[in-house]
C-alpha cells in the first residue's frame, strides 16, 4: 500500500516561530503537494513539486516555502508563523503524468499561539 | 471563479437510502478527470471514484457511481444503500491538463459536503 507519512499529527507554535511540516512517501511518486484545509474552504494548493529541487506555487503560496531535496521527502516551511495559518495541512502524493489519484498523508493540525 | 462547487454543506440520508452529493465544474480544458474523495472525522483522505471527460461511460465503484453530464459540467457523486460508516465529509476535485499538460496532478477540490446518515 503507498503510504504518506507526516511527522506530526498535532502541532502548537507561537506567533513568530519558523515551523517546519514533513512528509515522506514510499512509493517512488514523483509529484508531492501541500495542501491546507479549512472549513468551507475545501483543500487549497499551497505549493507542489513534480521533481527533485522541483516546485511550483499553488493558489495560496504566501508565507510559505517548500523544500524537496530527495524524492520521497516534501517539506512545508513556514518562514515566521502567524495566528492565520492555523489549519489542517494535508501532504499528498501521485505518480508522474500518469492520471491516477493522489494518496494523503493523515494531516498536521498546526495550532499558532 | 470557483473551479468546483459543491452547492450542499450538508446532507441528511437515512441508512439503506441513496443519496447523491452534487458536483458542478468549470474548465475550458478538454481533457480532464474528475475524483471524489471520502473524509471521515479521522482526518484520512480516501479516494472512492474517478471519471476522465473522454470516458463514455459513467464509473462505478461498489456501492459509488459518479452521475456525469458532460454538458452540463457536473459529476454528481451517488452512492447507494447508505451506511452508517458513510458519514464524513466528502470532496470532489478536478485535474486538468491529462492529456498530456503539465497540470503535474494538481487537484482543485470543492468545499465539501457533509453527510451524516441516520439509523
Known amino acids: 500500500d503507498v503510504k504518506v507519512t507526516q511527522s506530526s499529527r498535532y502541532l502548537v507554535k507561537r506567533t513568530g516561530e519558523k515551523v517546519f511540516l514533513e512528509c515522506v512517501q514510499d512509493m517512488d511518486h514523483e509529484n508531492m503537494f501541500w495542501y491546507r484545509q479549512d472549513p468551507g474552504l475545501g483543500l487549497r494548493l499551497i505549493y507542489f513539486s513534480y521533481d527533485v529541487k522541483m516546485k511550483e506555487k499553488g493558489d495560496i503560496p504566501e508565507g510559505y516555502s517548500v523544500s524537496r531535496e530527495k524524492k520521497e521527502r516534501f517539506s512545508l516551511i513556514l518562514e515566521s508563523a502567524s495566528t492565520n495559518q492555523t489549519s489542517m495541512y494535508l501532504c499528498?502524493?501521485?505518480?508522474?503524468?500518469?492520471?491516477?489519484?493522489?494518496?494523503f498523508g493523515q494531516g498536521t493540525r498546526l495550532t499558532v499561539v | 471563479a470557483q473551479k468546483i462547487t459543491q452547492t450542499q454543506p450538508g446532507m441528511f440520508v437515512q441508512e439503506k437510502e441513496a443519496v447523491t452529493l452534487d458536483c458542478t465544474y468549470d474548465t475550458s480544458d478538454p481533457s480532464y478527470g474528475l475524483f471524489w474523495y471520502k473524509q471521515p472525522s479521522s482526518g484520512e483522505m480516501i479516494f472512492l471514484i474517478y471519471q476522465g471527460s473522454y470516458d463514455q461511460q459513467n464509473a462505478t465503484e461498489g456501492r459509488y457511481s459518479l452521475n456525469f453530464q458532460k454538458a452540463r459540467k457536473s459529476a454528481n457523486l451517488v452512492i447507494s444503500a447508505s451506511q452508517l460508516g458513510d458519514s464524513a465529509m466528502y470532496f470532489c476535485?478536478?485535474?486538468?491538463?491529462?492529456?498530456?499538460?503539465?497540470?503535474?496532478?494538481?487537484?482543485?477540490f470543492g468545499q465539501g459536503t457533509i453527510l451524516t446518515v441516520h439509523p
Open positions: 476535485a478536478m485535474r486538468e491538463g491529462i492529456g498530456g499538460g503539465t497540470s503535474y496532478g494538481k487537484l482543485t
Open positions: 499528498a502524493s501521485s505518480l508522474g503524468r500518469r492520471v491516477t489519484e493522489a494518496f
